[in-house]
Each structure stands twice: as structure tokens, then as C-alpha cells.
């Protein structure tokens, strides 16, 4: 693996003083190619990558595809009511797969439709009796590591990051008497976005902005009692609501924004869940998907609150868009370096940035 040359010119990027005396990490870091190279090797391929919540794979033979440091992986619910998970990668000439027509426990090659079994093992082959030496024990799918927690399922193509028990301990116990497994799936939105996933992270990861990018949510929030935590893997934003009449607003319990490391959100309110995942596609691209969950989506009462749901997140979300373009087209600019940080405000940002940079420098 390549360690980008920026690291090893400047290796006193990485000691990182409190958050009163830091800068932000160097523009470069948004657009360089290497940066990114390495991070897709050491940070998306070693720690687990959230794929989906276990009520998208309800029935035998549900799927759901993922992409995971650029690879393409699928999640299958197998016969024996269990979950596995594949490179989503023929071993003939690379193709890729589905569920075969008319069956729940067949894979079928999109290509020229080599089968397989839900255990991975190559099943039938067309038109292959003049092929020699070939044992078909060798061209079983590769299948990927998975780890469960509260519903949620995570894949990892490449051990070394942290356990997942580890990266998510506390969370439950804080947002209890909530539990997400028990809620139901609604619907996938995706959004293409011009910026570096970073970028995208950065934003999410402070309130400071809302009062100017998001002006009919500083009217929602108490900004005064905004407050950001951090934890070893994770941090949790949240604030009161002021006012009774919005769309947030909750009649019992709070509001919990989780940032898991390195590119999960779980936005967590009694009844619903929205779970974001930032997805690296090139130095200056991103794919942000939302997940949306509700915990019955056969209430009456949940028609309402979904549509009020999915128009607000709709709005904010297009403003936070807007600002993370601009935000890319500033940091490739010669004007920008560094910055600093707000300490009341941009902890969070800080925390992401300080395990970016901690993990980086466990592996140069
Ligand atoms: S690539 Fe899968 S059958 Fe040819
Ligand atoms: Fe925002």
C-alpha cells in the first residue's frame, strides 16, 4: 500500500494538540488522490461498514447490495433463516449477481448466468463439459465478514480496525428504552454530491453553521444549548427544541445524532430513525444515502409524520448540499490551507479529524 507522499513531508501533521490550539487538517487532504487511495485501503476496507437494518432481509432470498472501498458486496437472507455476505463478483469473468428468477436460494451471474448456493459454492456452469482442470470448489463466491448490532448489519472486507461492540459501546444503553431493531424500513434516498466525503462529515458534525445554512432550523433548536460529545469511536450531538409545533418535535424522550466512526450516522428519535452513510466515490464525490425507519409504518398517524419527515430532511438537506460544493470548490482553491476550530461549537469536527489522523499515523 502507497503512503502518500503529503503524510511522509509533513509527519508533524499528525500530533494533534487540543482542540484550542488545532488546525484543521490540510486542504490536500480533500482532493489529493493518494489521500484518498489510502484511505479506501486502510480505513473503509479494515472497519466496519454499516450495509443495512435486518427488516431489509425479511424473507428468504431478500438482497441488498453495498459498495465497500469501491468493491460491490451483496447481503442475502439464506434458507436457513441466516444472513451471509459476498463479494458481489462472478468468478467466471467478474460479472455481477442476482437472485435467480423463480427461485430464493439461487445466485445467478447477470452474464452468462453461472448459478451458485446461498453458501457461496458454484452450483451450474453453461455449456462446460470441453473445459479442463477446473474444479469448481475453487471459484465459490468470496464471502465477507458480518457483525450485528440492534438490528443494524455491518460487513468488513479486511479485519484490522476495532470490534464493532467496541465502537458502538454506550449507545444503547443511552438511548434506551429505544431499540432499533424492532422498527420497520421505509424507504432509500440517495444523493450524489460534488465534495469529498470529508467535507460532507465536517458539516454534519457541528451546529455552528445552522443559523446561516439553515435558518428555519435555528428557529427550531435552542442553539444557546446545543452540545456535542465525544467518545472513543463515536460522538452524539443534540439539542432541545423550542417550541412545541415542529416537525422534530417528540413528546417524550430526545433527539440523538450519533456520528459512528468512520462514515455512520444514526439520527435517532422515539418512533424513527434516519440512518446516514457517507459513501467515498472519488476525491471530489460522495454518495449520501438516508435510510428512513419508523416503528409502524401501518399507524395512521405515520402517513403524516413520514411526509412531514421526508420534506423537512428534503429541505435541509439541499442547503447542506449547496454549502458542501462550495465548501470543495474553497478547499481545491491556492487561498486555503488550514483553519481552526470554534471550541464551543466544533467539536465534533475536531473528534472525526483527531481519529483521522490517529489512525493514519498507526499505520505509516
Ligand atoms: S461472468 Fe459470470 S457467468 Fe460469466
Ligand atoms: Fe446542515
Redesign the pocket.
Known sequence: MKIPEIFTSNPNEFNQPPIEQASTIPSSWYHDQEVYDFEQNVLFARNWQYVCHQDQLKNVGDVVHATIAGNPILVIKTKDEGIRAFYNV?K????PLAVKKGTTTVLQ?Q????TYLTDGSLRGVPDWNLVELFDEKNFGLEPIELSFWDGLIFARIESGGPDLQQIVKGISDRISPISMEKLQFYNEVVYDINCNWKVYLDNYLEGYHIPIVHPELANLLDYKNYVTEAYPWYSLQHSPFKGEDNVYQTEEGEAFYYFLFPNMMLNILPGRLQVNLVEPVSTNRCKVYFWYFYDDLSAKESTGIIKDDLEYSEVIQQEDIEICEAVQRGLQSKAYDKGRFSVKRELGVYHFQSLLKKLFQSVL
Open positions: 462472478c467466471h469473468r467478474g460479472g451471474c452474464y452468462h448466468g453461472w
